[in-house]
C-alpha cells in the first residue's frame, strides 16, 4: 500500500505538480486535524509546494521509504512557509521537513511549542539571476531592484546578508516585495527587476529567457541554511516512534540522493512535479556534488547560528536562541540508530 498519501487519503502515485497541489489547496487547520486524527502511527507532514519538495514526495513514494519502516504519513504541500508554521504550532501537522527554517525559529523564541529534530537541506540550493548586462557578481547589485519578499522572510534576508557582506549600502536599492522565490525568479527574468531569487535548476529555464545565474547562496554564504526537520512537541511526546521512522525514511532518501543511481528517478519526480528534464539534471547535479541534503541529518549549530543572526538584523529576532532549547536531537539520533539496525 501507498503510505504517501494527501490529507484526503488518495495515492499520490504519479500525479502531476498541479493535480497534487490540486488535493492540498485549502487545507487549513481543522481539515489536517481531522485526516490525521490521533493514530500515534500516523504522521502527517506539511511543506511548501516548490517543484523540488514535491518531487521528493514522489521519491518517497516510489522507494517506498514509509511502508518498509512500517508507519503511515500523510503529506500535505502549501504555497507559504507561514502556513506551514501556522499547522504545526497548532498541532494539526505534525512535522515539516522542507520549509524555511527562518521563518520558524523566530516562532520559537515567541513561545511556538516547536523543536528542530534534525537537519534536511543543510546546503542552499538557491541562486541569483539577471538579465541586466551591467550586473556580473553581487557587488554589482547595489542601487539596483532586487525581488524578496516581506522584511524577515528567507529572499529579504538573503540579500540583506549580501549587502552586509560587501558593505554595500540599501540606500538608492529597491527591496520590492514580489512574493516567493517563483515569483522573483519570473520578474527577473521578465525583466521586472534586475536581479531575482531562483534556484540552482533554474539555469536552463533563465538561459532560454536571455538571463543568467551570477552566484549561488551556498558560494556567496556558505553558513545559510535553508530547511530542518521541525516538529510539536506534541507530536515528538505521542508520535515519538512514528517520528523516528519517519526521519529514517527521509535520512536514506537523502543517502541515496547522493548516489550516481538516483539521477534519472529524481529528473522523473522533478519533471512529474511541474520542472522541466533540463532543470531537474542541473537540480540534481548540483544536490549531490554539494550534498545538499544531510543523510545524517545533521544540524550545523554554527549554521543556525548564522541564521537567528539574519533574524536579529532584521528584527523578527531578539537574541540568538541557545541550541539546546530548541533542539531535540535525539530523534534524530534513534532515527540513524534504526537505519543501522
Not at 538579465?131 to 547595489?142: A, C, H, Y
Not at 524578496?148 to 549600502?169: H, M, T
Not at 523516528?244 to 535520512?251: D, E, H, M, S, T
Request: with cysteine; glycine share 12%; charged share 15%.
Amino acid at each position: 500500500m501507498n503510505h504517501a498519501t494527501t490529507h484526503v487519503q488518495r495515492p499520490l502515485g504519479r500525479l502531476s505538480r498541479r493535480g497534487f497541489l490540486g488535493l492540498t489547496a485549502g487545507v487549513g487547520a481543522a481539515g489536517l486535524l481531522a485526516a490525521c486524527g490521533s493514530d500515534p502511527n500516523t504522521i502527517s507532514i506539511i511543506n511548501t509546494s516548490a517543484t523540488a519538495a514535491v518531487a521528493l514526495n514522489q521519491l518517497l513514494t516510489d522507494g517506498k521509504y514509509f511502508d518498509k519502516l512500517g508507519v503511515k504519513t500523510k503529506i500535505s504541500n502549501v504555497s507559504a512557509g507561514n502556513q506551514v508554521l501556522a499547522a504545526v504550532a497548532s498541532g494539526s501537522s505534525d512535522l515539516t521537513m522542507t520549509s524555511g527554517l527562518i521563518g520558524i525559529l523566530p516562532g520559537i523564541e515567541k513561545g511556538m511549542r516547536l523543536k528542530v529534530v534534525g537537519g534536511t537541506q543543510v546546503v542552499s540550493t538557491s541562486a541569483l539571476f539577471t538579465k541586466d548586462p551591467q550586473i556580473t557578481s553581487v557587488r554589482d547589485l547595489g542601487g539596483k531592484s532586487l525581488g524578496v519578499g516581506a522584511v524577515g522572510a528567507e529572499l529579504y534576508a538573503v540579500f540583506a546578508a549580501l549587502f552586509a557582506k560587501y558593505g554595500i549600502s540599501k540606500d538608492g536599492a529597491t527591496f520590492r516585495n514580489v512574493g516567493s522565490s517563483a515569483d522573483s525568479l519570473k520578474a527577473a527574468l521578465a525583466g521586472q527587476v534586475d536581479c531575482g531569487y531562483g534556484q540552482v535548476g533554474n539555469q536552463a529555464l533563465a538561459t532560454k529567457q536571455g538571463a543568467r545565474m551570477i552566484a549561488t547562496v551556498n558560494e556567496e554564504l556558505p553558513l545559510w541554511m535553508n530547511n530542518a526537520a521541525v516538529a510539536s512537541t506534541e507530536a515528538i511526546s505521542k508520535k515519538r516512534s512514528a517520528l523516528v521512522k519517519v526521519l529514517a525514511g527521509y535520512a536514506q532518501l537523502f543517502a541515496y540522493l547522493g548516489t550516481p543511481e538516483s539521477k534519472d528517478p529524481y529528473v522523473q519526480a522533478y519533471t512529474g512535479a511541474g520542472g522541466s528534464a533540463a532543470e531537474g539534471e542541473q537540480e540534481w547535479q548540483f544536490i549531490n556534488q554539494n550534498g545538499c541534503y544531510s543523510p545524517t541529518l545533521d544540524f550545523p549549530e554554527k549554521k543556525a547560528e548564522f541564521i537567528q543572526k539574519q533574524n536579529i538584523a532584521s528584527g523578527t529576532q531578539t537574541k540568538v536562541l541557545a541550541y539546546d532549547s530548541y533542539t531535540d536531537l535525539s530523534v534524530q539520533a534513534d532515527a540513524l540508530a534504526l537505519i543501522k539496525k
